[in-house]
């Protein structure tokens, strides 16, 4: 098995630096290199032996890019379901994630279900690398089905909804004596306040993940200029390469830089992932921490006292601001597993009232796309239920065309090296331009 894994990623591997070396050139290196090196070996000592104990033909193998203890209720309610079945749950960083599911169903190795964000299962429900699962998609939204959809057919069932918010800390806020922030400007106050006049951190957030760069510059611009009649035009423009990020986003960023002149994004935050930074707000060591509803659970258990609320971050105009996310996860079955039709029944269980319970457990906050179900948050996200009761929660990458997951990694990447210090904003805008037309030039 160990073999197997490794001749996986040796595949990946390959492919990456083919791509890297096409868009480098062959006679200069690029340290991406290293970094897909670094997957390999680190895949090779991930202590694949333990996969040779279970007996491949009970066993449902699932990939995902959810941190293990964010699948745990899923794996239970699974697990009670069929009890002559063996479960295992294969983590794969996000970073990594596509390019590793995209070489693993094209040589026939993936894992029997696999977690597929919509651009990556319109990309293999045309591949044919993943089975078309209509007949358990009926009573979904039309949100949750076009989410997965090919050629009028759905190629994975959809988990919950998610979003990134900002979780805060309520004892702090009281003893601050200032109250939520209602525009941007006062968000920064409030930082400035915490840092400067109590010696607290504002914010706790995992920017290890260049994501979280990316969903606050898109949150921001989601509630500016991208919700004007001509901003919402740039989706469909950048698609077909008849506008640029340089020219149309660039003019609007200054709100997001404003994080980094504020000290509210700082260099140490981008050697953080979301376990330390979670452990670090959980601790009362800052004021906020931006994450996803994953880390609802985690959170609370880190610290089961601690008192939360939930914003959004702020837009320039009251009362207008939006929260970053929707269906982005869903359910495939690999076609080429030998265990297909295990896979279908499970699959098939994920799409019922219990089994979106069980996803909705593991981020609550969320809601299912099931018609006419609707499940009771906490409390501690009363303050943004009316965002999440409307159309307000939004993937701006989602009309980016084809290629979004691509250039949303590009688009992150380069504003992580800003806060990084490594580059400066115009610089990065330069890269992400050229990075999309090669990107689209390979189309």
Request: charged share 25%; proline share 3%.
């Given at each position: ?16 630096l ?5 868009l ?14 670094q ?6 000592n ?15 193998q ?39 599911i ?28 993943i ?9 979904f ?16 069932v ?26 941007f ?31 606050t510059?898109?949150a ?17 423009k ?6 640029t990020?340089?020219?149309?986003i660039?003019?609007?960023m ?6 980094c ?20 707000f ?10 996803g ?6 959170i ?41 039709q ?19 457990s593991?981020?609550?906050?969320s ?6 179900v ?66 689209l030039r390979?189309?």
């Amino acid at each position: 098995m160990k073999t197997r894994i490794r001749n996986i990623f040796s595949c990946v591997l390959s492919s990456v630096l083919l791509s890297v070396g096409v868009l480098s050139g062959c006679g200069e290196s690029d340290p991406r290199s290293d970094e897909f090196a670094q997957i390999l070996e680190d895949y090779d000592n991930s202590g694949s032996e333990e996969w040779d104990s279970y007996d491949p033909a009970t066993t449902i193998q699932i990939s995902g890019w959810l941190d293990e203890s964010c699948v745990k209720n899923l794996m239970a309610f699974l697990a009670n379901e069929y009890p002559n079945y063996n479960f295992k749950y294969r983590y794969i960083s996000k970073d990594s994630y596509e390019y590793i599911i995209d070489s693993e169903l094209s040589s026939k190795t993936a894992t029997d279900v696999v977690m597929m964000t919509p651009s990556m299962a319109k990309k293999h429900a045309k591949n044919r690398y993943i089975e078309d699962v209509s007949a358990y998609c009926d009573n979904f939204t039309d949100k949750g089905k076009e989410a997965f959809m090919y050629g009028n057919r759905e190629y994975a069932v959809p988990s919950t909804s998610d979003f990134q918010c900002i979780f805060y800390n309520k004892e702090i806020m009281q003893k601050s004596n200032q109250k939520l922030p209602l525009s941007f400007d006062g968000f920064l106050d409030l930082c400035d306040h915490l840092q400067n006049e109590m010696g607290i951190k504002p914010l706790s957030a995992g920017l290890k993940d260049s994501d979280k760069v990316a969903d606050t510059a898109l949150a921001l611009l989601a509630s500016g200029y991208l919700a004007t009649d001509e901003g919402k035009k740039f989706g469909s423009k950048i698609a077909y390469g008849q506008t640029t990020f340089l020219m149309e986003i660039r003019p609007y960023m200054y709100k997001w830089q404003n994080m980094c002149i504020h000290k509210v994004y700082t260099r140490s935050m981008c050697i953080m992932d979301d376990t330390a930074a979670i452990e670090e707000f959980a601790s009362g060591k800052s004021f906020m921490y931006m994450g996803g509803l994953s880390d609802y659970n985690r959170i609370k258990e880190a610290n089961p006292d601690i008192k939360l609320g939930t914003m959004a971050l702020s837009s320039e105009t009251i009362g207008r601001a939006v929260l970053i996310g929707g269906c982005n996860c869903g359910f495939a079955v690999n076609s080429f597993t030998p265990n297909k039709q295990m896979a279908m029944d499970v699959v098939s269980k994920i799409a019922t009232v219990d089994g979106q319970r069980a996803l909705w457990s593991d981020r609550q906050g969320s809601q299912t796309y099931l018609k006419n179900v609707v499940f009771d948050n906490p409390e501690e996200f009363d303050e943004i239920r009316s965002l999440t009761s409307t159309d307000r929660v939004v993937m701006p990458w989602n009309e980016w065309g084809s290629h979004s997951s691509q250039i949303y990694e590009v688009f992150g990447r380069e504003l992580q090296k800003v806060v990084l210090g490594e580059q400066s904003v115009e610089v990065a805008f330069w890269v992400i331009d050229d990075e999309v037309k090669q990107i689209l030039r390979e189309d």
